[in-house]
């Protein structure tokens, strides 16, 4: 397993169990503590994770914004196993539009190349992802936030006002049954909230680890969602709640 892998599945193992020790880690991963130790300050630095005594927590602040750089390393088997089962929701000549993010990147690589539709998205890194000789990209515009990369701002949202879509694959950073999905940024939550408002069908894209999660600003609430995938099982009481939404729950695609 070469570091940067390492380092990977430490964010992973620490995100999933709300902290890990630095045996635990050695022990899971094969390596020694002073190994563990070293990457773990070297996370640390990078606001990858917290250290504690004897070990790491995850970093939790629901003001805390984490990069699109750390977003992009974190989970990215569970996100390429939602990505996968995303494509599925795709109908030939739609309108889709993909929100910035990380797992929404995934979706874009998973798209069939043979197949034809128009893509719109407020990420320049997707756009260029999506780009082919078959089939067009529109960019929003706007101002681009160097922290997520996502455009936002008044260009950005008179876009919006004037367009609409057939389809919608949506990221958030958070969300649970009461609070409903948020975002730690203003300015991103109003993106997403008209995202949500001019698209015809919403497909939300997320892993387990944002599940009975809140952030900052609310954007959407679960009614506003026709079909969720996630990577794990639900508990069968969490999975009606959302069912009573009237969403479409696909959970455990990475089993």
Do not use: W, Y
């Not at 006002?161 to 109003?190: K, M, S």
């Not at 954007?219 to 939404?245: K, V, Y």
């Amino acid at each position: 397993m070469l570091p940067a892998e390492r380092r990977r599945r430490i964010v992973e193992l620490v995100s999933e169990s709300d902290g890990r020790s630095v045996e635990a880690l050695a022990e899971g991963l094969g390596f020694s503590k002073a190994t563990i130790r070293r990457d773990l300050r070297d996370l640390e630095d990078r606001g990858l994770i917290e250290r504690s005594h004897g070990g790491a927590v995850p970093v939790t602040s629901v003001g805390r914004e984490r990069t699109f750089g750390e977003k992009e390393v974190q989970n990215l088997d569970a996100k390429r196993a939602i990505a996968k089962r995303a494509v599925d929701e795709l109908i030939e000549g739609q309108v889709v539009f993909f929100d910035a993010g990380t797992t929404t990147m995934q979706v874009a690589r998973q798209m069939p190349a043979d197949s034809n539709f128009l893509s719109v998205t407020n990420s320049p890194r997707l756009a260029i992802e999506l780009n082919d000789e078959d089939n067009e990209v529109k960019l929003t515009g706007g101002t681009l936030r160097r922290r997520t990369r996502a455009c936002v701002g008044p260009t950005a949202e008179s876009f919006m006002h004037r367009t609409n879509f057939d389809l919608l694959f949506l990221g958030t950073n958070a969300f649970d049954v009461e609070g409903g999905l948020t975002t730690p940024n203003e300015d991103e939550a109003r993106m997403k909230e008209l995202m949500v408002e001019k698209a015809a069908r919403v497909v939300l894209v997320a892993d387990h680890t944002k599940i009975g999660r809140r952030s900052f600003v609310q954007f959407a609430s679960l009614d506003d969602i026709d079909t969720f995938i996630t990577d794990r099982p639900l508990d069968a009481s969490l999975r009606d709640e959302i069912a009573n939404f009237g969403v479409e729950v696909v959970d455990g695609v990475s089993q």
